[in-house]
């Protein structure tokens, strides 16, 4: 048996998304923390729900590595249902009949944001390895330029797991007096080495493989599936644990009964590792893989100050509830905790639980009900704090 890589085909142009798209002209380029003024700039967003009069009941949702804007609705590519539909909705624990929900494809993204994958203006081709390398402060400036543009002085809440939980923090430590909540789950205010060693092996896949081109593999009409599917597999194997894979899997033989002595999939978890890295490759773009790793990366908001996280929160006015896992290896608990050990140095207003899951770091996008019931709690009471009527 072979395996078949898909292509980006299927990926529609941008125009032909579904969503909002927000357009920074010359006149207003966003200024990246590489020195650049990027402009054109292109924010592609979704929204949830209704802006109340007031308008300070909007909820900003951000996204992780591999997702995107359609957090609450079936992807325009994929067909399947939105990412974090479980959690984002009409009496959901984040209530689209009580918050205006939003959620934007993150700076150098591939569902409509500015990216690699974009029109050079100035060659009329996909701008490839010429985009300037981002970071999750631009990805959070570009978000404020949203907000702004919605008329929204202060947000509600700002939520968001993994990459999401990055900026979450990014958003409480820059522009603090724009959010009343914050809520980072399973994050960590620096990327360890051991995460940018698991970034490097996916990004080295992808350029190992031959139809890269040096990343100029849209204008040679060609595309790394193959380098970019083993990327997907190597990380997706970091978002589970070891319970998880055991529960799911085992040592269990997948369509056969007995070992092959070949290099098929023989292993149930093989055969899902390659689907995963099949059925990625037909809504990402690899360019986009490789600047949203390097964007995580380059996150470390204590080296921003000093080289004290507490410096990033000092008078702070944000209200904290951190969430983690305790099966999460790739951003395990004691990451939280350093976070909340610098919240508790400047005395924010600060929560903190550990939900007990076998689930690993992916937990958060799935059905965890202890989870959920913290998160609805939290988003409650802060509700009431600020104001919020039903």
Not at 196 to 201: G, M, R, S
Not at 283 to 310: K, P, Q, V, W
Request: charged share 20%; proline share 4%.
């Amino acid at each position: 048996m072979t395996t078949t890589f898909g292509s980006l085909s299927r990926v529609p142009t941008y125009d032909a998304l579904p969503g909002h798209r927000l357009v920074l002209g010359a006149d207003a380029p966003l200024k990246l923390d590489c020195g650049i003024d990027l402009a054109p700039c292109t924010v592609a967003y979704q929204t949830y729900g209704q802006l109340n009069d007031a308008r300070t009941n909007a909820v900003l949702v951000c996204h992780a590595l591999t997702g995107d804007q359609y957090v609450a609705e079936d992807h325009p590519v994929t067909g399947k249902k939105g990412w974090w539909e479980m959690m984002v909705g009409p009496a959901k624990p984040i209530d689209t009949d009580r918050f205006f929900v939003i959620c934007a494809n993150v700076l150098g993204g591939c569902m409509g944001s500015s990216g690699p994958r974009e029109i050079d203006p100035k060659t009329g081709k996909p701008y490839g390895l010429s985009f300037p390398v981002i970071t999750v402060g631009d990805m959070v400036e570009a978000q404020l330029r949203v907000v702004r543009h919605l008329g929204i002085e202060r947000l509600f809440a700002v939520i968001g797991g993994s990459m999401g939980a990055m900026q979450v923090l990014q958003w409480a430590s820059r522009h603090p007096e724009k959010v009343f909540a914050a809520i980072p789950i399973a994050g960590a205010a620096r990327h360890s080495a051991q995460n940018i060693a698991f970034h490097e092996v996916g990004r080295q896949a992808i350029m190992a493989d031959p139809e890269w081109r040096g990343g100029d593999y849209l204008n040679q009409e060609t595309n790394p599936t193959r380098g970019l599917a083993v990327a997907r597999m190597a990380a997706h194997i970091t978002y589970l644990s070891e319970s998880a894979l055991h529960r799911k899997f085992g040592r269990n033989l997948q369509d056969r009964q007995a070992l092959s002595y070949g290099f098929e999939a023989d292993f149930q978890v093989e055969s899902y590792l390659r689907h995963q890295g099949i059925t990625f490759v037909d809504r990402f773009d690899a360019n986009s893989y490789l600047y949203i790793t390097r964007a995580m990366d380059y996150f470390d908001l204590a080296a921003e100050h000093g080289g004290a996280l507490a410096n990033a929160f000092r008078g702070t006015t944000c209200r904290f509830c951190l969430i983690s896992f305790t099966s999460d290896w790739l951003f395990p608990t004691s990451e939280s905790r350093s976070i909340v050990h610098a919240l508790n140095a400047v005395a924010a207003d600060v929560s903190f639980v550990e939900i007990k899951s076998d689930k690993g770091h992916d937990a958060f996008l799935l059905d965890e009900p202890e989870f959920h019931a913290v998160l609805s709690g939290f988003i409650a009471g802060s509700a009431e704090l600020a104001g919020l009527r039903r």
